[in-house]
């Protein structure tokens, strides 16, 4: 399985600021997701950034609230921006496995925005 | 579209008593499923995977599922449940991209 970290582990912002989550794989990896889990809800897929091509979000995402980098096979970074109270969430990066079936998950970013 | 339903926001069983968490799903196409676990203040853990084969698959902690392409459903289970198993439990499924269920909190009282 991919071992997958991510920084920060939580924080607390300031409504109107911004935050940049990081994502760094221990492998080279085609494809990450980030994804957001909403405060009891289930997971919701935000976009699929893949390496030397634009993300593709999905709907109700768009790319200047979730600007999303992926320099390199193995990081990545999300950027909240101009957050609000209802971005209060965690946000999970994920990639496949070796094999491309299973898809693992990083610890999460708890984000509070006050 | 591809979509997943957990139609149990919570389940309640006695330690030792069998588990069952309920999954069906709609899907164009032959579908990957999945079921995850996510521990309080824990990242998500994969437990098991339907790709292909065998109906019934046998995953971590015990816990197997089993496939019914007729019922569209992906049922989890495990014979005796644990105090330990109280997480929550998460269904999913992939064509393209990984869609999931809302979610089944299950609750294991010793």
């Known amino acids: 399985s991919a071992v997958i970290s991510q920084k920060p582990s939580r924080d607390i912002c300031q409504r109107g600021t911004s935050l940049t989550i990081q994502c760094q794989v221990d492998?080279?990896?085609?494809?990450m997701f980030w994804y957001r889990q909403q405060p009891g809800q289930s997971l919701t897929l935000i976009a699929t950034?893949?390496?030397?091509?634009?993300?593709?979000?999905e709907s109700g995402f768009v790319i200047d609230k979730f600007p999303i980098s992926r320099p390199n096979l193995t990081f990545s970074t999300l950027t909240v921006s101009n957050m609000s109270p209802e971005d209060s969430s965690i946000y999970l990066c994920?990639?496949?496995?070796?094999?491309?079936?299973?898809?693992?998950f990083g610890p999460g970013t708890r984000l509070l925005v006050l | 579209a591809q979509s997943v339903a957990q139609p149990e926001d919570q389940v309640n069983v006695a330690e030792g008593n069998p588990l069952t968490v309920k999954c069906t799903y709609s899907?164009?196409?032959?579908?990957?499923l999945f079921w995850y676990v996510q521990y309080p203040n824990r990242g998500l853990q994969f437990l098991l995977k339907y790709i292909t084969g065998d109906n019934l698959v046998k995953g971590s902690y015990g816990f197997e599922a089993e496939f019914n392409k007729s019922q569209t459903s992906f049922h989890l289970k495990k014979p005796s449940a644990l105090v330990s198993d109280s997480a929550l439990y998460f269904c999913a499924v992939r064509v393209i991209v990984l869609t999931f269920g809302g979610g089944t909190r299950v609750l294991v009282k010793p």
């Open positions: 950034a893949n390496q030397g091509s634009e993300a593709t979000y």
């Open positions: 899907v164009s196409g032959n579908p990957y």
């Open positions: 994920s990639t496949p496995g070796r094999a491309q079936e299973t898809q693992y």
């Open positions: 492998s080279q990896v085609t494809m």
